[in-house]
């Protein structure tokens, strides 16, 4: 299981080599009370964050903290951070915790130095897509990015993504129906796999049905195929 | 098992340095407009030759993964990509549901593409490792 406590950690190069850790107890606290100067927590896809902010209200039931599944808890938590523990330690996790947990990585690669490219916000996945920039170079900020990650957010977006489940395979479905339409309406056929087409004309009508979809859902950049493919939902 | 888990981030890496210093030696590895490079990622004891993680270019830059292993339950992927002399990280996120999943970037003068891949049993367990691609245009 040692494998899996690398998330993030192999999501930067490997060469990298500086530290940027922030004290986790105030982080979260900061955090936390920019969450409830928002007034916010109950979150709604898609709601622009980018100045650090949560996003706003959203449906009934997301706003609830969901339950934590005790073995994925007692498996994951010996690698969280104190800033981390602190937040799943009632065994629960709400959108706002999550969202305290991303915009706190988010601050501490900007303090690191590391370009975070905006919208900041959670999307229609329920989840924080991140953007960083760097020029080349300059090893030591993609080993910031890679600290920040593992103090802030490293077990939570896994807690997150088994959570939140209900919630983002809703978007996901209704993402391969939608360009199955498109399809439809495009004269694409699936099996012909447009998507991987060297034809200009393909591609554009493929990439019209892909940032339609992306527009539909606000899931810019991220796409699951589409209805008929085989692929299991 | 415990060997695969600890050989396959190693293994990963070795790859992932391989292609980098092949690059930095001027040997730089072209493959436009076709798969580039497949990494095979699978879940405790199950076959790990049914999920992928590649770079493509077709009418995007991308990184997929390609899941038909159903003991992998949740989905790693991160990208990144690089225009000129910048590069663009794409962090990773945890997917749950089996899912196959394309990661698209912006059009454009994008000359690398590369990213890394996990996947796992649900309960977070028979996760295998990291696996890397790299992958030049």
Known sequence: MSNA???GHCSYP????????????????????????????????GSPSGTGQTSQAGPAGVSSPLPIPPASLALLLPEASDFEKDLIEDARISVAEYEAAKLAEVACLRTAGVTVQEPVRLDGLYKYRLVLSYPAGRPELSNAARECNKEHSGVIDRLWAEVSVP????????????????????????????????????QERYRACLTGMWAALDIEGVSFGVDGDGRPQ | MHGLKWSRPLIAVISTAIIIVGTLAGGQIAFAGVNPSTTPVGCGANPDDQGYAYGWWGSSATMRTENDNLYCYYVYLAGHYRIG??????????????????????????????????????????????????AYQ
């Open chain 1, 5 to 7: 406590r690398c998330t």
């Open chain 1, 14 to 45: 490997l060469e990298m080599t500086v530290w940027a850790r922030s004290s986790s107890k105030a982080t979260l606290a900061l955090v936390m009370a920019l969450v409830a100067a928002c007034g916010s927590g109950e979150a709604e896809p």
């Open chain 1, 167 to 202: 919630l983002y395979q809703r978007t996901i479905s209704e993402s391969r129906r939608l360009m199955a339409e498109c399809y439809r309406r495009n004269g694409l056929k699936v099996d012909e796999r447009p998507q991987d087409s060297t034809d200009p004309a393909v």
């Open chain 2, 85 to 134: 002399d910048t590069y663009y990280w794409v962090s990773g996120t945890w997917v749950g549901g089996f899912p196959s999943r394309v990661e698209t970037y912006p059009t454009g003068n994008i000359v690398e593409v590369g990213g890394s891949q996990n996947a796992c049993e649900q309960g977070w367990t028979g996760c295998n490792g990291y696996a890397s691609t790299l």
